[in-house]
């Protein structure tokens, strides 16, 4: 028994019958809110860890930087993910916790009001600010990794909502 | 003993001596040629691979939408991450594995002759590749997760040529 | 008798009554579905349209290229008309058929609900799909050239439906 | 006879071996002067020309628009066509000319000192100022068609120069 | 006496409660007509600002260009200023004017049906147009200067309307 | 006597002799270093200043998003002002500092070592950040205002060195 069968494309599939790209057709569909949070987890040695949450790196900023990031990536989604619909944002904020010892949490949340989802604006702001405290600390530290990228929750849409927490 | 103290910020660092974030000064860095390998690692389940891959999905144009949207985001690295120098990029490919049962990896390489490396370019392609296969099974699949996201090799530049593999 | 009188720049026109260039206010139009279809003819050598068109040249990418660059391009409209406004498109199509002996046509579809119309998405979509077109095969053949490019289909908005099929 | 064969995709090709984009290396390729002029033909009534052309539609700004449109469209050519470096062009200059009773012809020129050619800047801008005329008269009348785009010259670079004129 | 209290951020600041920045939610907030003006006064020598305004400088299209770059800004808003929301902008105008012997006015007003305020874009824009006259200005002058930026009118949304004429 | 005649336009001017806008080759310009500090400053109620500059307002993470904001503007100087070049900045960095009793002064610097001067990009940085600051205080105090934008260092290239200091 295969419990999750996978479903035919739906309508909401980014591909046509003969299998070309295509751009969805949202406009059927009604604008509904939708909130969707993505989670990066970066893996640092514990002292740039600590310097980049204390402050000791240079004043904060470097969080404030990833956090500029992250915000501004999210309103480039539509531009960098080429099957994304452009997306009247209606908020996004971006934040960071320290994991363990040795791993700093990003967590995105996305809203808009809208007939399409804004998962993947939550996932582009949690990996552009993953990837900005990278840029930060790679002088620092060869080998900085982001262990992993996921979306960790999602309400509103036909679909309904869902979450991995 | 602490093999691998943490160096003070050279002057590669992104802050300056009072914390605040700028955009270092590469002007007397003399361009060489950079070479830079990242790879992401997508992972879900084998079915939904299995059409991603064999072109089941659509004829294979889900890896190439993919491939030309990291192409694409190398180019805008630039603009993602606040502190990066805008690079005349001499070549970006993307390209993609199966991995095991349930992944795939997604490496990019970005080349350019210049003053600075091309580290987070490759980062950036293989970020949004991923990002890009992700939208493309989000209907399929519902928590398809990157798995990780580093870079492998580095050439080129002051610091020295480098590899994880 | 001039059958087809010119008639005064209405409200919908780019410039104001000294003729100074505005972007012109929808302000007070409702929101219509509208849909408009564009396409472009490029003519190149029946052996290079064969390679292209039969994935000899490779695999088929050839057209995923140019239709994702023709899907972006729809999204960049208003950045790139300078009097066009932003517009939340709802989907975009890009399809390439062979003409002829020496001809690929490139048709292009845009749709959004809106004040206002998506005639240049769909015209800069077909556009920049023929240049890429245009880029892909320009070393395997010089003087590769986009033959004509125009509205063939518009529906929705204050001015009707209108067809040159 | 074949006079002129298909080459194999050389070098500059946006193909790898196995058929897949990827973003040509021109990493070395000496830095030359590169030169290209593109021409688009509109088409549209005599009466909408001359209005266009003698500043009675709006004080002659329609033709500054789509010069406009057309320059800055040359700057965005690395992020419209995908395969596409980005380079630093050392200038670009549209112009307009009346051609029979109702074609405006739209020259473009771009220039640059780099490993590669401008061939898809000046395409890219004759393009854009193209499709800003038809933006601007399209509430006068329906139907103007851009009739062809084509490169009309080309020098610098390995394969040498090149004239359509 | 304080007769205007700084009042606590309210729920339109930019700031969360721990001090970080983030895009603030807009989603509760009804569409409804918003406008505003700002003016720039850019201070040049009385024989090159006649040059530019009579169009000896070349043809008026000084003007033009300098208009179409603030209409152009007005939509790229969002993505200059890193908090402000994606906005589907209804209409924008820029326009000049002489003042007293040595300065020009530069007035630009954006409008839009949305959920938040247009307060940055007419800001933006007026700010690039008179970046623009200082560019096509700044061979012939040296120290041209840009004497004031502020906001005259906002009219809509809650905060009611505002006038500084 | 007129002690600083107006030039005609030299070759580095924006226009062609029949006056039409167009960007300048700078093509046979040797590439030499690059240096330009511009200068905006803001005017906020004292309290607001304090605010800001004393991190009251939310963790002096104002200062770094305008900080960032400048710096990313500085990259987007040629999309923004039609004429200008692209160019491949070698650094920008961007600073604040109280003045008398209600003004903040935002330093802009921007470096290239490139055929053309930074002096746009110095201005555009400033504009964007001092932006960026009245977008932050704007909810706090209405009529905030940027009371002056101007050059004030210039190094390199043919016209020599400049300082207005």
Not at 28 to 42: D, L, M, N, Q, S
Not at 150 to 162: F, P, T, V
Request: with cysteine; proline share 7%; aromatic share 2%.
């Amino acid at each position: 028994v295969n419990p999750d069968p996978i479903p035919d494309p739906p309508d909401s599939a980014h591909f046509d019958r003969q299998g070309r790209a295509r751009m969805v057709d949202v406009g059927g569909k009604p604008a509904t809110e939708r909130v969707a949070t993505a989670v990066a987890i970066v893996e640092l040695r514990p002292e740039i860890r600590a310097r980049l949450l204390a402050g000791d790196l240079p004043k904060g900023e470097g969080l404030a930087v990833a956090r500029i990031a992250g915000i501004q990536a999210a309103k480039e989604t539509s531009r960098l993910i080429p099957l994304c619909h452009p997306l009247a944002l209606s908020s996004v904020a971006v934040d960071f916790a320290p994991e363990g010892e040795d791993r700093i949490r990003v967590e995105a949340t996305a809203r808009c009001i809208g007939p399409t989802g804004v998962e993947m604006e939550a996932m582009t702001a949690a990996a552009i600010a993953a990837l900005t405290l990278y840029d930060m600390t790679k002088s620092l530290q060869r080998g900085v990794r982001i262990r992993s990228l996921e979306l960790i929750e999602k309400r509103g849409g036909r679909s309904g909502d869902w979450s991995a927490r």
